[in-house]
């Protein structure tokens, strides 16, 4: 690659996380950024099986008609086959194949103005978490890999697409609204001079957001790495970990894993709450 990263580099970066990144892969409907020249070359994104699928993926029949199956990377076999195949992104959905209808987790893309200081990101993070958990959500904080971080709030599944997104809009329009200097909830570069974008529409049927230890297809190889809350301002960048230097991260998350709670945290959204949060309640 342009990086200077081999494929075969890939291939055992993956193979080294796959015991945390297999956990948030499985069951879960995948989109590919595919790259057979190089980050210079052309850079596709992939969403259905094609006629010729990957080895060892599961293929999901009807979860969207219309269109060929979606498919789900469930084991080591199935991830290296992919990376095999010139895949450098994993992209999951909020929901699992099993239960499609249902998401079980709201991600919030907080994407800074690049203009912008990290200490501002910092910030907002801790903006954002406090207000869910005013809301009484636990949420989740990773690095994008690229410029931001990514909030994740972990759901017991029962809330449908439209209550998902409606909840992420509102919670984005809220942080805006009370942090106008900060926040936008408007899409669009002349939106985001001096503040950060709080991307709720990968709460939608179909979109995907970058899977946790995952690798990204820029410059410097960054990797989407979970983080504890109190690492956070210690942080120097959304890319702070990259190829070059993630196996001491493996090595720190090995002992001790800053999303060791997430499986085990059972909470909700309703639309009660996204009223609350429309309406200005606390």
Known sequence: MDSGTR?????????????????????????????????????????HSTRSPIPE?????????GHPPLF??????????????????????????????????????????????????IEAAQLTRTMLGDLGLEAFCKTSGGKGLHIVVPLVPGAGWDEAKAFARAVAQRLASGWPTQFTATMGPEHRKKKIFVDYLRNVRGASTAVAYGVRARPGMGISVPIAWD?????TGGAQWTLANIDARLAHVKRSDPWARYARVRQSISSELTLRLEEGGA
């Open 72 to 121: 789900t990377i469930d084991s080591l076999e199935a991830l290296v086959h992919v990376v095999q195949m010139d895949v450098i992104e994993l992209h999951t959905w909020n929901a699992v194949a099993a239960d499609i209808e249902a998401p079980d987790r709201i991600v919030f893309d907080l994407d800074p103005d690049p203009a912008l200081g990290w200490d501002r990101m």
């Open 57 to 65: 993926v599961t293929q999901h029949e009807g979860l969207d008609p």
């Open 231 to 235: 690492e956070l301002a210690d942080t």
């Open 7 to 47: 494929k075969l580099d890939l291939v055992r970066y993956y193979a080294r996380a796959a015991p945390w990144l297999l956990p948030h892969l499985r069951d879960r409907p995948v989109s590919l950024v595919r790259a057979p020249q190089g980050l210079n070359g052309e850079v596709f994104f992939q969403r």
